[in-house]
């Protein structure tokens, strides 16, 4: 396990919306490099970074053309070997985004993979060996080439499945996990991954970590091995490199794939998404977070608390305020519920996720679909800097911006919250340098929970020697607690006191007792 891990806040960054530093609307590596930083002084001491590898971005990104080639509209490799030096610089480490389930239709590999007559390539995706067929209720296309056959797909219609091999084999045209070809597949994305390591990466955000065998049993085992295999050439080669799986099953994930992280996404009716996104249930927000919420934390302890205990010796679960595939928390989450929604995800055990702009705010917004992103491209409009053209996100005219900036007279921006002490802004900040302050708050000291009764406040939490204590509702609480004795608060947000073995915890208020 790298070390840097167990005190790492990370920062999402969507590349495209970031900064921009050439006016082409886009953002860009320069411009990240540029924000540094910002990024520092949010206490966020490592980085994610959505692909920004070449591709026609009907996937923004996540179709690759060519994996060893950042995208034009980025910048150059040598610009991204220097946001890793610069980066480093300032002890911020660098995750890119790997995409290894499938690869855009236009990648050399696929055209190859195409052709009628055999050739390396010919195994590289998952082909059938006859067009007028399907792939048993997997997507696939068929018809468009010269290649007898249909490919399957991986999601969109412009991003074919590359080929690991299928565990249970129905068909003579499924390769076998051990085939030659599903074992080139392999070496190939390790060739990627080394690739970049080498030119100074600290590891990978995998996308899709749990698509890559096929028909793979119910634990995924078949998928699980790659990826251990994955940790092997990690921990022998590059010992400091880092990987967060997309899958969402940390059992499955950090036990069975060796992942370091595994990301807790936001499915419907798991425990995070009570947390800040239970609005898609019939209407009713009934998110913990929400002052007028139902205010039941044990819909999100049932869930996790199983995940955690299997996990928390193997790896870290990691909570993010939102990614950009997500609604924004601040589509229903005001201001204040917001703080104390940070402050939770900002106190638990192992590894948070900041998704930029989250930390001031930003509103999920209604624009037009760009990119492939259809609801998602609400959570990834420009960052708001400040008051100036665009938000100083860039200087181009407006029409040539990737996507609107918030028009909203209300808008919020990094600027205005810098000078506000009480600012969500500057809450992270106090909330990310109180973690870095005590071990007890970082990604390996215990969690228990304390006080936790289903549709009632307070929810009180141990990490280590410190007690943490919430209560996102409109109505302070007062209650007794033999683990209060002896205790005074280092943090607080709202209210909150101990006298005794009594906890006083006023509205929308957050504290740490020592
Ligand atoms: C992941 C990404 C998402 C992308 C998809 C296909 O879910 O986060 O943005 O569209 O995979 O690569
Ligand atoms: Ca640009």
Redesign the pocket.
Known sequence: MPEWLKDAVFYEIYPQSFKDTNSDGIGDLNGIIEKLDYVKSLGANALWINPCFDSPFK??G?DVRDYKKVAERYGTNEDLIHLFEEAHARGIRVLLDL?P??TSDTHEWFIKSSQYEENEYSGRYVWTSNAFEGIGGHPYISGMTERYGAYML???AS?PALNYGWLNRTEKWMSAVDSPEALATIEAMKDVMRFWLDAGCDGFRV??ADSLVKNDDENKSATAKIWRSVREMLDADYPEAALVS?WSNPKQAINGGGFHMDFYLDHWHNGYNTLLRDYETGGEDNSFFRAEGKGDIMRFLDDYLPKYRVTSKNGYISMFTC???TPRPARTLSVPELKIAYAFILSMPGIPFIYYGDEIGMKFLDVRSKE?GYH?TGSRTPMQWDDTKNHGFSDCEEEKLYLPVDQSENAPSVKAQEEDPDSLLNTVRSLTSLRHRFKDLQADASFRTVYAVREEMPFVYERGNLLCALNPSKQGVRIRLSECRGRKAVYTIGEAEIEHEILTIGPQSFAVFE
Request: glycine residues 12%; charged residues 30%.
């Open positions: 996937d923004a996540y995409v389930g499938h991986n999601f969109f991003q996308d899709m997309e990614n950009h595939d492939g998602r």
